[in-house]
């Protein structure tokens, strides 16, 4: 059985940094995407950021290029979300997720493996 655990979440002000972290376990598939989505109250899951199986390619957002930063250690089951110049608009549940395909993904649906999410509060 997959599980993924977040970590990280928490308040922080306006211009902070943040880091989250997403450990997978029971995961067979290591070789496979992983991503970060969030959620706003009231509003759909959106796409944030995500990762190539081998770490190698890397794809944001475009309301957090410059400002975030996904990595993932070398034994592929750990995945992070570095967060910089956090904003209110960052402010939302974070979701880790992870797909059994190397193949880069950006919607939900493509992903099979979620964590229960950690909440992100960032106050101006």
């Known amino acids: 059985q997959v599980e993924l655990v977040e970590s990280g979440g928490g308040l922080v002000q306006a211009g902070e940094s943040a880091r989250l972290s997403c450990s997978a376990s029971?995961?067979?598939?290591?070789?496979?995407?992983m991503g970060w989505f969030r959620q706003a109250p009231g509003k759909e899951r959106e796409f944030v950021a995500t990762?190539?199986?081998?770490?190698?390619?890397?794809y944001y957002d475009p309301s957090v290029q410059g400002r975030f930063t996904i990595s993932r250690d070398a034994n592929k089951m750990t995945v992070y979300l570095q967060m910089n110049m956090l904003k209110p608009e960052d402010t939302g549940v974070y979701y880790c997720a992870a797909r059994s395909s190397w193949v880069i993904a950006f919607v939900p649906r493509d992903y099979g493996f979620w964590g229960q999410g950690t909440q992100v509060t960032v106050s101006s």
């Open positions: 029971g995961w067979t598939s290591s070789n496979g995407g």
């Open positions: 990762i190539s199986g081998s770490g190698s390619s890397t």
